[in-house]
């Protein structure tokens, strides 16, 4: 495997170097780093080793014991490097780039991985326990390297083995780009659960799309948002495996026949291959690696013929590539449904191919030692097989399911119902009635007319059980339909969900209250036992561990590393919050954060800012409702204050804003030109004198998050309240050390509960204050005329102060607040802000008094664990057991799952 002129120098040398005998392995037998200076080698004798096993500690492996860097495990981790390096990559170290460095580690890294993926896949064949399905059209994974390195417990073992070859390990992980799967915190939700479900060593499937560019790359350009396809597999991806034995046909359009023996035949219609790729998701040290399934659109055929017959060769390649349009892109959110043909394709074309997978691996079942045979009897399908809708994407797969059941299993009507409803659960993730899916009817019989047929006799017989409850009540009878009538006749998807499944949750306690009384509160009058709650949660793994060294080092030298597989754990800091020594090194490990992040933004925007000035941040998709424009008045006011009293004292406060405004969402994009356009006049107001800096952050993505969120000291969590339905960013802020100011909205009303008055920064109006403000008839100028403050900035803006270029810029944006009824209420919300504001400017003066409520906040972030998410759903809604991954035997066979 290995070359015969390469392998005995570097294993020859290596061993003299963990023998003393050399202190430099010489140039001729390293792989270098072009970074690196060609003939530039490293020092490796015993002190040195030994200095940086012990960096390696404090950077990232806290938890490791270091007996793992052993000569014998240093070596194997260089030959399987070298090996990928020349026989996978084909390459010399002449010729290989960073790149090329990085592919061989991460196939180095994914050797390690795969004893652990056929050991679990092996034992899942074998026990056949009930598995969970976790449907989501999103999966936004972010880099891969480092946290599968943490989870395998070999990230020392590697950096220290590059290191000996004159490789920077940080450098490596680097050049991975971001698998940008998903939009937002739907995307990145699904990719922590995944994590939790491998760390508890349950048996779970992610199953998605293999989207050939991924969340588009924002680049600014004169303060506008400019998107530039992420063309994420350009130099390929080192971590899926193809699964061609795989491949199952999805159809689309077709003719429904109904056939004598009672049952419907759907043919004749567009096959559309899937071509299933699987990822490895590996638990934390506990030989536990689950699988994430993402399928990907190809043609049946290479071309068609008859084209080529008639000469018609671009008609053949063209129709090719529309069919394998339909994992072609991710589309961007922007909380606005659109029904778009190919976003039902893109949805339709996920849940057929899941459910073809998932049956396949029902019905194959292991009865003895070698024996298999096909499971036929459905009726403990559910028993089997949880299939979790994450919000209402997937919901196809209820009409699909049962097209499946009663067409070709030949399974009676209400039999398949009970067994469809029982194996699915639904996740509400959003209270906007515009973000919330509505299928046209016509759209529907012209693509899926077989599931169209489904959906209307779903309706039938649960508008019947809805009448026979409350009988007269056709009010109750309208509301509560599958298919709305008023405008454009469509399905409503989330109707759809509820009523299939056997379980429905929101995502925080705040938000399932509100989907119970308002939302959907004809379907909790009917199902009341159908809702629960379940709070989303992070992963510790990436959000704290991998992201955050100098806190987690802090922490794991304080009270162990447990927390790590326990965030409950982070509770045994309160001990120490008014320990001196420990607040002091607190402060030390936040500052550390901080200048890390100011020398990426002197590099990346050439902008000094003060580590020592307070790191005020909102990063979120740009969207009206997360009131990132609210932020902005504030940034102005302080602007104002300063220009008005120059030689004043003000706290100093480097304020960061990032987030990708949705394509077509013109106002989003209004708002971060906005954004850029105050942050050019702050930034450049010598009268200022670098007591407020304005910084917008350009593609703000998971690798960054990664940078930014262990630096900050004040998030801005700051939606109307009763818009936002949980959040997650507000809770990767809190485990990292920071102050929270935000509304009762989301999981900010259970942070609040958990930390007090006194360690979060509340304001503004609750979600009963803003009904009762729209029953009264809200007035925004009002608040325009009465407050000063607020009306010097907006007159500012509508003037053209921030576009001199430009005067009338940004009307619309006035116009947003003063015309049209100021939707989200910025303007009542704005002097509550204001107050609250200054009390975090006076308090951020004392540094241990706000590090003290830092530590609080850390201790009491336990609850926002994934881990304990998932452990609910298992519990209360999946009823899905751990299997725990035992040593395999020595004539263990690989079986793919």
Same mark, same amino acid.
């Given at each position: ?104 580690? /991460? ?106 560019? +991924? ?67 590996? +638990? ?78 029902? $019905? ?136 299939? /499944? ?18 959907? $509160? ?19 793994? *990436? ?6 060294? %100098? ?139 670098? *007591? ?95 407050? %000063? ?109």
């Amino acid at each position: 495997l290995f070359l015969g002129d390469l392998r005995q120098p570097i294993n020859q040398k290596m061993s003299e170097v963990f023998r003393g005998r050399t202190k430099t392995p010489p140039p001729s037998a390293l792989v270098r780093s072009r970074s690196i200076s060609r003939g530039r080698s490293f020092s490796q004798d015993e002190e040195t080793l030994n200095k940086m096993k012990r960096e390696e500690a404090i950077n990232f492996d806290f938890i490791s014991s270091l007996e793992d860097l052993t000569e014998d495990n240093v070596r194997a981790i260089r030959d399987l490097f070298n090996r990928h390096i020349h026989c996978t990559l084909a390459k010399d170290v002449d010729v290989a780039t960073d790149r090329d460095y990085y592919l061989a580690l /991460s196939y180095t890294v994914r050797d390690h991985v795969m004893s652990g993926w056929h050991k679990t896949q092996k034992q899942y064949y074998e026990k056949d326990p009930k598995r969970v399905y976790y449907l989501s059209m999103e999966f936004y994974m972010g880099r891969s390297l480092t946290n599968t390195m943490i989870n395998l417990g070999i990230r020392s073992l590697c950096s220290t083995t590059l290191y000996g070859m004159g490789l920077k390990m940080e450098e490596l992980e680097e050049v991975e780009v971001d698998a940008g799967l998903g939009n937002g915190g739907l995307g990145r939700l699904a990719a922590c659960f995944l994590d939790s479900m491998a760390t508890l060593a349950l048996p779970g499937y992610g199953y998605g799309l293999r989207y050939e560019y +991924g969340i588009f790359e924002q680049r600014i350009r004169d303060g506008f948002q400019e998107e530039i396809p992420d063309d994420w597999l350009q130099f390929g991806n080192p971590w899926e495996v193809a699964r061609p034995e795989y491949i199952l046909p999805v159809q689309f359009h077709g003719d429904v026949k109904w056939l004598e023996n009672g049952r419907f035949s759907w043919d004749d219609g567009q096959i559309i291959l899937a071509v299933p790729y699987d990822t490895p998701i590996p +638990g934390f040290r506990n030989d536990t690696v689950n699988t994430l399934r993402l399928w990907s659109a190809r043609s049946p055929n290479s071309f068609d013929l008859s084209y080529f017959n008639h000469g018609n060769y671009i008609k053949a390649v063209i129709d090719r590539n529309l069919a394998e349009n339909i994992t072609r892109v991710l589309y961007p959110n922007d909380n606005f449904f659109e029904g778009k043909e190919l976003r039902l394709k893109q949805e339709y074309f996920l849940v057929s191919a899941t459910l073809q997978d998932i049956i396949r691996r029902f $019905k194959h079942v292991r009865t003895g030692i070698v024996d298999a045979m096909e499971r036929t009897d459905f009726s403990i399908f559910f028993k089997k097989a949880a299939i979790q809708l994450n919000d209402t994407h997937p919901s196809l797969a209820i009409p699909e399911l049962m097209r499946i059941l009663v067409d070709q299993e030949g399974i009676k009507w209400d039999s398949a119902w009970e067994i469809c409803s029982k194996a699915f659960s639904y996740t509400n993730h959003t209270i906007l009635p515009e973000a919330l899916e509505r299928w046209p009817v016509t759209l529907l019989e012209r693509v899926l007319p077989r599931h169209l047929m489904i959906i209307y006799e779903i309706n039938r017989r649960h508008l019947d059980h809805v009448t026979t409850l409350f009988p007269g009540d056709l009010d109750r009878r309208t509301r509560m339909s599958l298919i709305e009538e008023q405008g454009e006749r469509s399905v409503n998807m989330a109707h759809l969900c509820i009523v299939g /499944s056997h379980a429905v949750n929101g995502v925080a306690a705040i938000h399932s209250n509100i989907i119970k009384k308002t939302t959907f $509160k004809d379907f909790f009058d009917l199902w009341p036992e159908k809702f629960q709650n379940k709070t989303n949660g992070i992963t510790p793994r *990436r959000w704290l561990l991998q992201c955050n060294a %100098p806190l987690s080092k802090l922490i794991i030298d304080t009270i162990g590393d447990e927390w790590v597989t326990n965030l409950d754990k982070l509770s045994n800091l309160l001990e120490y919050a008014n320990n001196d020594e420990f607040i002091d090194s607190f402060i030390e490990a936040k500052l550390e954060n901080k200048r890390r992040l100011a020398r990426l933004l002197r590099k990346d925007y050439g902008i000094e800012v003060n580590p020592e000035s307070m790191f005020d941040i909102h990063v979120k998709r740009i969207h009206e409702y997360k009131r990132q424009l609210l932020n902005c008045l504030h940034v102005i006011t302080l602007y104002n204050r300063i220009k008005a009293n120059p030689r004043g004292e003000f706290t100093p406060r480097t304020v960061l804003v990032g987030g990708k405004a949705a394509p077509g969402y013109h106002t989003a994009k209004m708002i971060i030109k906005l954004i850029c356009s105050v942050a050019d006049v702050v930034n450049t107001d010598p009268d200022v004198c670098g *007591r407020l800096k304005v910084i917008f952050l350009e593609n703000y993505r998971v690798s960054f998050a990664e940078k930014v969120i262990p630096a900050c000291d004040l998030s801005q969590q700051i939606s109307l309240a009763g818009t936002e339905a949980s959040g997650t960013g507000n809770m990767k802020f809190m485990i990292n050390g920071a102050l929270t100011i935000g509304t009762l909205d989301g999981a900010n009303v259970e942070m609040h509960e958990l930390v007090g008055d006194e360690n979060i920064y509340i304001f503004g109006m609750k979600v009963h204050d803003v009904e009762d403000l729209h029953a009264e008839g809200y007035k925004p100028s009002e608040f325009y005329d009465n407050n %000063p403050e607020l009306k010097r900035c907006l007159d500012m803006i509508q003037s053209g102060y921030f576009s001199p270029d430009s005067k009338d810029r940004f009307h619309d944006l006035v116009d947003t607040l003063l015309v049209h009824g100021d939707r989200f209420c910025l303007l009542k919300d704005y002097e509550d802000y204001m107050r609250v504001q200054d009390i975090v400017n006076e308090e951020f003066k004392d540094k241990k008094a706000w590090a003290k409520k830092c530590i609080i906040n850390v201790a009491n972030g336990g609850f926002f664990s994934s881990d304990r998410t998932i452990q609910q759903y298992a519990t209360e809604i999946w009823n899905a057991k751990p299997v725990p991954i035992e040593r395999p035997s020595l004539d263990f066979e690989v079986i793919h799952d």
